[in-house]
């Protein structure tokens, strides 16, 4: 009976540090790349930043190192930027050490339908990846949502395309 206890205990501790160290692998990829990922909501955009934490950053985790959003915007605060702007991204970027930056934005697209124009507004979200040191986009595309959340299917589409751009990155040190 002590033999059957002591054996369970010793399974579920080796299960326990494998699915420990597999996480540890997902989060320290051998890329070198490191990225913030910022969320921002555009005027009358759906709210993303839950999903956003759910679905898009795991993935991007699996092909860069991904630097707290807090850090980054306690950098911000300190600059007094913006956390969305061009110079924010330069400048609080390096001192976060990040060499990219995923700018996710919920944004409200408005298009023409019929032959009288008709507005019709779609819910949809920009990604934008930033090189830190140049500040030039890498990646940018906006897709849109069948709903004012971000979904699963749609956030696979964004990490594989940021993923497919981080591949290819051969990570540049951030200037000092």
């Known amino acids: 009976m002590k033999g059957q206890a002591f054996l369970l205990k010793l399974v579920a501790l080796v299960s326990v540090a494998i699915a420990f160290s597999a996480g540890e692998v997902r989060a320290a990829p051998s890329t070198g790349n490191k990225v913030v990922i910022v969320v921002s909501k ?41 956390p969305s702007t061009a110079k924010a991204v330069k400048r609080a970027g390096v001192e976060v050490g990040a060499n990219q930056v995923l700018l996710v934005e919920g944004i409200l697209k408005v298009k023409r339908v019929g032959k009288q124009r008709k507005k019709r507004r779609a819910p949809s979200i920009r990604a934008i990846l930033l090189d830190v040191k140049t500040g030039k986009a890498l990646y940018a595309k906006v897709y849109g949502l069948q709903a004012p959340t971000l979904k699963r299917g749609v956030a696979g589409v964004v990490v594989k395309g940021v993923g497919a751009v981080l591949a290819a990155q051969v990570p540049s040190e951030p200037a000092p």
């Open 42 to 82: 555009g005027p009358g955009g759906p709210d993303i930043s839950a999903s956003v934490k759910k679905y898009i950053e795991p993935g991007i985790a699996k092909h860069a190192q991904v630097i707290p959003f807090e850090k980054y915007l306690g950098v911000c605060r300190a600059r007094g930027f913006k």
